[in-house]
């Protein structure tokens, strides 16, 4: 067995530059974005990267319509899901939502930080918990309700009589991917 390993060619400027450069089989798109001069290369025609632009848009629209900031529609949805299922356990509220327990934890005991929700111990299994709504969960649930179906038709208006059919491909998309 060799006592010293083989000598490696050093990375000049120049070969650690072309290694952080796309292939030159990929296409540049040369209009520039609408945020300026950044253009977006493949992104622009990306589906995953728009719906997440739009996700981000709707989400800044609805925590700033509420005055809440904290109170995101992630939030309002987990809200939403134990108001129509009380005593829900968090992990069916995760699967509800969409979110895996590293994330629904945090969710939970911020919205109970915030007397919001409360939280008991399944009388059917020790191990889970249960959520419901308390008076102030509701309370404010009622306010957001307000501002959520005006953030919602809002976006009717931007999308118009394509709602179905729009509704219909998220659907799709998210059944396909999960």
């Known amino acids: 067995m060799p006592d010293r390993l083989p000598l490696v060619a050093r990375k000049t400027r120049k070969t650690a530059r072309a290694g952080r450069r796309p ?89 109970h930080r915030h007397g919001l929700v409360r939280r008991s111990p399944s009388a059917s299994d020790g191990r889970s918990i249960t959520l419901t709504l308390t008076r102030a969960g509701e309370a404010t649930l009622g306010d957001l309700l307000a501002h959520a179906r005006a953030h919602d038709r809002r976006l009717d208006t931007i999308v118009g009589r394509r709602k179905p059919e729009l509704l219909a491909l998220l659907r799709k998309i998210t059944d396909a991917l999960t």
């Open 23 to 111: 292939p030159r089989d990929v296409p540049r798109r040369n209009a520039p974005a609408r945020n300026g001069d950044v253009r977006l290369g493949l992104l622009a025609d990306w589906i995953g990267f728009h719906l997440r632009l739009a996700q981000d848009a709707s989400f800044r629209a609805f925590a700033s319509h509420t005055g809440q900031p904290h109170m995101k529609p992630g939030r309002f949805a987990a809200m939403m899901v134990i108001h129509n299922n009380p005593g829900i356990t968090q992990t069916a509220l995760g699967r509800a939502i969409a979110r895996d327990k590293s994330t629904v934890t945090p969710l939970v005991q911020e919205l």
